[in-house]
């Protein structure tokens, strides 16, 4: 089968190319021994024969084949049939290629949290690690001669290919181009080496010779992959991707049209081609392994099984009372900062700001609104506290004169603002403006008080953390992230250094190849007297020593061995105010003293009290497909008390909504939330019927406030079941990943998820298999759920659920989905027979896009009117118009999605908002289901009963029965015939608590 190719052009280009060896540091990481008790676990064995985004490798006699399954290197006949498993489960590795001898494997691994070179006997024995270090090493391929193996690597600031030398491990860089290098091949002779390059110039194909000069040799925009040469020499194979195609393409190495290999509907994943002849050839597509001829399209698949054992762990989900109305201490303390005088301690909490004088134990309220203050933050001479406030509307920047409270609006902005920081000599403030444009991305700007003007200092920054001034105002410092590549987008978190005169940045970290913490309120803090920097590494305190340009000057001090967040510094450099976990202390940084602040701050619960009867004319009850018609909800305090049929001359309060239907409170199953969203936050999520929110992934102090505000009643709301910051490998993206290492930082990370009551832990994806174990060990045996982007081991470690159907993966490509959106049996085998519930996620991935394309309805309803704008409809049909390409695969997923219901996986609705708008996006979720061929009873199971036993709630929430919380909506229609009737929400009932239109709407 042969396709010309109009726009793309087979060229030659000559490059010199300079070589260097640099040798790789060793970094171990040994996993953290489990003090707590084990939850006994039940084991459940799945076959798998079919693979989603497979690898494959031919040995060289031809006679075995070695596949990267789900993430473990198997050898099997080259005619297919049983497969063994050469590696375990707990080392991610991937693209496997044979030593020339036939006697060894080698591959990609994660298993020590970076990916490097490793191999291993074909038996399984004599596994050994090749390669390094902090950095990523991918996609090896062993030499002809055997004497080494090329691989690509971000060794030198952006992906190159390199090459180690088996005799005695050392390393030669082989290219060295600003552009990302990839995917290396030797040719038969091993005289020349073909990669994929990005470069801005000319991306495609390049071949590199045995003098070390460089041409392209295919030069193409679309997405290019693994390319093989030939055994003859003359032609060579590689996977292209684009316009919803991902197919297997040839082309002479003299010169010639492209010849497509594959029929143009199969899903040709993007690995190396194996060579049987000079004509046909091993590949993997459509879920399978492959055998083709060249010249034909009806390659024959290649059966095969693998069997793998998951251990599920049965464990007592963690006690909650919720009905309790006593006192608690507050823990959502947000943001703490003390004054220069060292005397008070300003902080958010419970929605406004208060000050803490020290040696008094009450904090004192200074703001009473039911809007959102926060991050406080202090003049030099005490005087003023500048913070930020929804009041208007946004988030914009306001001032307090402490002596009289006269409150001044300084910038009221279109957009977002946060994170204010004072200047040394008082008379600017530093803080960011939401580009809102661009997702998480914010403007570092200046406000000069005595002119109101503002100027930008530096654009586009991603989730950086609050700005701090040198002692002469010449320079801001941020934690920012640094990526390691433009191929991938994860990095560090480091000091950036800005000019205050906009002249430049520069990158600087205490330590060379870690991550700061997360990226808020944790430093770098520069001390008043400008000679050092305060922040949180390790989940711990440290200052280090710089000169007045902020250059580093000198090695770190480690302050505190418990875990610290948000510290501060007072005026005159001797002492640092932090949170430990949930209470204030002050560390003397001259020894290392540490003192409490003692702090007696509670918030009580708002429990309704009295019997209200609900009149409900239809009843979907969470369980059944058929609603209960014409009962009375008996509703004592925040409790159902029991459903019978109605009754005439109650003496009760009777709230008549026999003409319409009742459901259970729906949950959001996957939203991120934050206090830059305001108080309509909150009240948003009820007016869409939303009665519970699960956040994997926040910053837990905000979430706490958040948590408190709502159930105190300070603010309308939803319930909220939290975790903390993503649990993240050594790389991290977001700023609310947690870089986790094995050992005592671990340890403290978790041990804040209890003591900070989380709901929930979630692994993130740079997180090596062999700490996820850990930290499942760790939530299991303190009644935590566990979730993950990950699918398998995690699926055998016991975790509990996993996010997304496809979305972020440290690989470059999903195990779950492939680039046309398909996945196959392995993933449907490992969701169903595990047990584990999956959130797919699939407005995110396209339904939402796909709804707004095509039903001119989709914004019409009350909410939106009421908490969304013109301007923002129109920017999301622009955004749907623009995907319309992108999402020619997207029916692929809304396929594997009913089939995995279909084969008895559990599956509940999320959104991952607001990277889509919250509300909005969980009702086009909702809709997608049902447009996707799931019916709306099975949506709206999923939506409540599945969603509550998910959440670990089940006993309590999730259906309408007896016992049950009294969380539910009130809707006109019949959502079990027409899932948009959901819209059509009258009123909610949540923790008992009636909330018409009215209430939700409006501001109290």
Known sequence: MTRHHQKRSIVFKLMSASTSIMLAGILHLIPAANASPQPSADSVKVTLTEGTNMAIALSPDKQTLAIDLQGTIWVLPVTGGNAKAITDA??????????????????????????????????????RQLTTGIYHDREPYWSPDGASIAFSSDRSGNYDIWKIYLKNDSLAQLTDHPGNDYSPAFSADGKSIAYISERASAAGIYIRDEQGEHRLFVHSKEKLASPVWQPDGEHMVFNSLAAGKSQLEMVKTGGSDWQTLSPEAEDVFPFRTCWLSSTEYLYTADGQIKLGKVGRDDAKGIAFTAVVTLQRDRYAPKKRDFDAALSRPVQGIRGPVVSNSGKFVAFAALGDIWVLETGKPKPVQITHDVFIDIDPVWSADDQWLAFTSDRNGNMDLWIREISTGKEVCLLDAAANLKFPSWSPDGARIAFYQADPSAYSRSSLCVIELKTRKVAALYDGLFEASQPSWSKDGKYLVVSSLDPYSSRFREGLSKFLVISSDRSGARFASPVP????????????????????????????????????????????????????????????SKSIVFLATDKLKKVVVSDGRIEPLSMDFTWRPEQPKGRQVIHAGRVFDGISDQYIENVDIVIEGNRIREIVPHQTNRKEKVIDVSGQTVIPGLFEMHTHQNAQLGEKGGRLWLAYGITSIREPGTDPYDALERKESWASGKRLGPRSFFAGGHMEGSRVYYNRSTSNVAGAQLELELGRAVALGYDMIKTYVGLPDILQKRVTEFAHANGLPVSSHEIYPAAGLGVDGVEHIGATSRRGYSPKLTALNRSYQDVVALTTQSGIYMTPTISLHGGMNALISGDSLFFDHWQFQAFYSEKQKQELRSAAARARGSNKTYPNIEKTMVRLMRSGARLTPGTDSPIIPSGLSYHAELQSWVAAGLSPFETLRAATQWSAQQAGVGDDLGTLQPGKLADMVIVDGDPLRQIKDLLNVKAVIQNGKYLDIKAITEVK
């Open 90 to 127: 707990l080392g991610d590795c991937r693209q496997p290629t044979w030593s020339p001898d036939g006697t060894q494997v080698a591959f990609q691994s994660y298993r020590d949290g970076n990916f490097h070179i490793w191999k291993v006997n074909k038996d399984g024995s004599g596994l």
């Open 513 to 572: 190849g870690r991550s700061l913490a997360t990226r808020g309120k944790n430093g770098p803090v520069i001390s008043p007297d400008g000679r050092t920097i305060a922040y949180i590494l390790d989940n711990v305190l440290w200052t280090i020593p710089v000169d007045s340009r902020l250059n580093i000057a000198g090695p770190p001090v480690q302050l505190t061995r418990e875990l610290a967040e948000n510290p501060s510094w007072t005026g005159d």
